[in-house]
T-cell receptor
């Protein structure tokens, strides 16, 4: 049972345009969401996160939007740059104090930014 | 430089031959974890450790063992590897293991079990 879903395996965007990567989740206990970026032959690196008490978090060119009622989040990259070409993973957790909070990952979306 | 180091990066071996993938972090993190990445399945957690001598199963622990004798090291052991364990493996660490603490990942170990 895939609790975190990224339904688009790939996305191609022109340089300078907006990239929108989507993620859906089913577990209503998830209250913290993270996006990771992965280049080939490297491990995932943390990009941006959002708590369920917010609906938006922005960091430079990257903005994450959370719609709790729809159990949906999205990552916006504006403007897209060739160096953004990578696989993006959405991850979710339930921040239960005092226990190891398990990260549940989506299947990833491969973003290609073309010139 | 803060990092998570995995070794080896690549390994081709045969069914049944015990192997160990090492993982070491230099950030004094208490939490460490192992994941495997398979096409169409994303990253799935194998085992995690909250601290020295404290380990627990993740989603897909079958066929794997771990140990945490020192804070910095968290080796993954395949006692009798099988072809279905062919995968890309990642070790990760974070300060306390809370869900709002981003995990730092190693660069991965690609295992092929023939």
């Amino acid at each position: 049972d895939q609790q975190v879903k990224q339904n688009s395996p790939s996305l191609s965007v022109q340089e300078g345009r907006i990239s929108i990567l989507n993620c859906d989740y089913t577990n209503s206990m998830f209250d913290y969401f993270l996006w990771y970026k992965k280049y080939p032959a490297e491990g995932p690196t943390f990009l941006i996160s959002i708590s369920s008490i917010k609906d938006k978090n922005e960091d430079g060119r990257f903005t994450v939007f959370l719609n709790k009622s729809a159990k949906h989040l999205s990552l916006h990259i504006v403007p897209s740059q060739p160096g953004d070409s990578a696989v993006y993973f959405c991850a979710a957790s339930s921040t239960v104090t005092g226990t190891a909070s398990k990260l549940t990952f989506g299947t990833g979306t491969r973003l290609q930014v073309t010139l | 430089e803060a990092q998570v180091t995995q070794n080896p990066r690549y390994l081709i071996t045969v069914t049944g031959k015990k192997l160990t993938v090492t993982c070491s972090q230099n950030m004094n993190h208490e939490y460490m974890s192992w994941y495997r990445q398979d096409p169409g399945l994303g990253l799935r957690q194998i085992y995690y450790s909250m601290n020295v001598e404290v380990t627990d199963k993740g989603d897909v622990p079958e066929g794997y063992k771990v140990s945490r004798k020192e804070k910095r090291n968290f080796p993954l052991i395949l006692e009798s590897p099988s072809p279905n364990q062919t995968s890309l493996y990642f070790c990760a660490s974070s300060f306390m293991g809370q869900g709002n603490q981003p995990q730092h990942f190693g660069d991965g170990t690609r295992l092929s079990i023939l």
